[in-house]
């Protein structure tokens, strides 16, 4: 995964590397101020270095702009899915269909 991903106001924004943003995301740009942020990483699974995403969380763009947090370091993109599923219900309050 390179370059980041984030989730502002309800909208998700992708920017890839290479879309002029200094190698995917510098640190005043968007994984920090959205609810939730993902910025590609690399961690160990098995033994192997795979792509992975680091998580943040907390970022608002609105009336008191706030950065969002580191929440997780960085996780394997085979387990996005399950971590990303989790976070929805345990912190914002999202619910199964």
């Given at each position: 995964m390179q370059g980041c991903i984030c989730?502002?106001?309800g909208h998700q924004q992708g920017h890839p590397k290479?879309?002029?943003m200094g190698g995917g995301c510098?640190?005043?740009s968007r994984p920090y101020m959205g609810?939730?942020?993902l910025m590609g990483a690399k961690a160990r699974k098995d033994g192997e270095m795979v792509e992975a995403a680091r998580i943040?969380?907390?970022g608002s763009m609105g009336a008191e702009p706030k950065?969002?947090?580191l929440h997780d370091k960085g996780g394997p993109l085979s387990d996005l899915p399950e971590v990303l599923e989790q976070l929805l219900l345990d912190r914002f309050g999202a619910r199964r269909r």
């Open positions: 989730v502002v106001g290479g879309d002029g510098s640190p005043r609810q939730i942020g943040f969380l907390g950065l969002a947090e």
